[in-house]
């Protein structure tokens, strides 16, 4: 009996700090407008109050100093009474895994990256457990100078942490972001995104996972990466509806819709050019050499002759009538024009836009990725197609193959990414 009375008293404190921290995470979304200084005193309250909540229960010492170093971590911010209860509660019970976790989390705050790994690999000393994997997948993708090899084993054991238990969200979203770096520092192979997302979508089941603005930030990154921006932009604007302040966001759902209007309206008024320039350019198009064109595939006229998706063994000749430099890591964007007059945007990534194609270049593209994008931005409809470029090798300018000084990979940007 008194056992049992000692895990109903365990779960009541566990139970009230869950409730807690659901409420921390979901208070924006649940109390629009208000700011941050509203959330800090309505949670002081509300953490005074599940304090008081643990101080009456009948558990061990360890376990009190425990559970109360679990509530006042609740959050983003570092919080040094959680760090000295947590370390009370490892000192007189060093053999409990879940008291490293948790205290790796919490000197993570601090910004001690070290310090928060040598906790997780303690907890794992003691046992092999999800909560420890995931979080040292984590860390490991955050040092100052992370190498390929260590993102390699950073997605090894989020999938460890996806095997112990697959019905995990919180696991499945780590494994996410783990294929989302992948994709970054090792190479931009498609199927990684797709790995990504896939790992995304499973997260779902997880109700901590979808109250954590960082996921739906993430999956827009993605999203955007893919070219797929509707989703791009409900994600984005999901993560901010849970976190106003979230600035990263903020400025990437901003530069996102930048460049949609622009691509919309340069587009429309084809690059701003007069009819008589666009009547030479496309003389210049239909004069351009055959001979010029990549072997093996055939030349179609015009942008209608295309499918969507990827069109193996065609190409497609275009001029270049404007572009959008990126602001941040996004496709340098050609404003282009077939042989018809027809005006299309040509997304080229990993690309040095000081040595992308320029104003009435030919681009040559062999295999076209061609997509459609139909959306609608802030009351306005925006409706364009568009073909992907992965890299700037995949074209020629001007009947010549660019070299590989043009190509500049893209680098993650991991302050949002968990």
Known sequence: NEYKSYLRS?????????????????????????????????????????????????????NGQYLKGCALNIGNKYNVSAEEKLIDAAKMSPTTYQIWNELGDCIWKKGDKKGARNCFERALNQKRNKVSLRNLSIVMRQQEEVTREEIQKSVTISKEAVALDVTDGTSWYILGNAYLAQFFHCGQASNVLKCSLNAYTKAQVDDKVLSDPDYYYNKGIVSRYLDDYSNALVYLTEALAIHPHFTECKSELDSLKNQLEKTKLLISNKGKLKGKKIAAILKTLKDFSSAQNPANVSVVKCFAELSEGQNKDKAINCILVSSIVPTKQTPFVCICIDSTGFTFAVNIYNVDSTKAPKLSDTITIPYPNVSHAALVVDGDSIEFDMIRVDSPLNIMVNGRQLSKGTVVPLRLTTTALT
């Open 10 to 62: 365990m779960e009541e404190g566990l139970e009230a700090i869950r409730k807690l921290y659901k409420e921390e995470a979901y208070y924006f979304k649940n109390h629009k407008g208000h700011s941050e200084k509203e959330k800090d005193d309505w949670f002081k309250k509300e953490l005074d109050i599940v304090l008081n909540q643990i101080d009456k229960l009948e558990i061990e010492s360890h």
